[in-house]
Every structure is written in structure tokens, then in C-alpha cells.
């Protein structure tokens, strides 16, 4: 079982940046696959960007594809989100995931498919 703790969020205005972090219980290759998820007040959640923890490949939704980077940190067990050019339609609160079971491309951002679950971070853009 993994346990997952965000950090990083906050507020910034339009064309800013944030990195955002989630720390895992145990080695983030424990658990084949990560994702960050988000949810906006009144939306379902939606994934954002997921990353194939023993080969890195890595999974972006269009909306976020060129802005936002996903990436891991073995030594320290650690998921980042590096988000750039920050949108008011990025504010919303985000998530870590993290699940063993095998994926596909179709699946790899769903959110089914994620078992173990942060208690997220608040990200604010303003225009």
C-alpha cells in the first residue's frame, strides 16, 4: 500500500508557475504507475498527466500538453508536477494517484484506474 501526501500548491496569476509534489511511503517504482489528477468546484476529476514509472514514459491531456511536466524523483520517492504558463482554467484541486495494475494508452488517465489516492493540493491562477 502506498501513501501519497501533496504539497506545492498556491496562489499565482496568470502566466506563472507552480511545481507541485507528492511524497510517496515507499519507492515511487513500487507502484507501476502515477498520475496527477484535478478537480475544479462542480467538475468531475479529470487526469492531467501520468508517468510509466519503470520506463518514464509519460502521459499528457491535451489541455496541459507543452505546459505541464510530470516527473520522479527515486531517491527521494517523490512525484513532481511542473506546471508553467498557468492558466485561470488550471485552478482547481490536484491530485496524486498512484496503482500497479497494467495500462494502456486508452486508461492511463482514467480515474478507475488508480487505486491509492492523495488528499490533494489547492491550485489558484487569476487573470
Known amino acids: 500500500q502506498v501513501q501519497l501526501v501533496e504539497s506545492g500548491g498556491g496562489s499565482v496569476q496568470a502566466g506563472g508557475s507552480l511545481r507541485l509534489s507528492c511524497a510517496a511511503s515507499?519507492?515511487?517504482?513500487?507502484?507501476?504507475?502515477m498520475a496527477w489528477f484535478r478537480q475544479a468546484p462542480g467538475q468531475e476529476r479529470e487526469g492531467v498527466a501520468a508517468?510509466?514509472?519503470?520506463?518514464?514514459?509519460?502521459f499528457y491531456v491535451d489541455l496541459v500538453n507543452g505546459r505541464f511536466t510530470i516527473s520522479q524523483d527515486n531517491a527521494k520517492n517523490t512525484l513532481y508536477l511542473q506546471m508553467n504558463n498557468l492558466k485561470p482554467e488550471d485552478t482547481a484541486m490536484y491530485y496524486c494517484?498512484?496503482?500497479?495494475?497494467?495500462?494502456?494508452?486508452?486508461?492511463?488517465?482514467?480515474?478507475?484506474?488508480?487505486?491509492?489516492w492523495g488528499q490533494g493540493t489547492q491550485v489558484t491562477v487569476s487573470s
Open positions: 494517484a498512484a496503482d500497479s495494475r497494467p495500462k494502456s494508452h486508452f486508461t492511463f488517465l482514467r480515474e478507475y484506474e488508480y487505486d491509492y
Open positions: 515507499s519507492s515511487t517504482k513500487s507502484a507501476n504507475y
Open positions: 508517468l510509466d514509472t519503470q520506463y518514464g514514459t509519460t
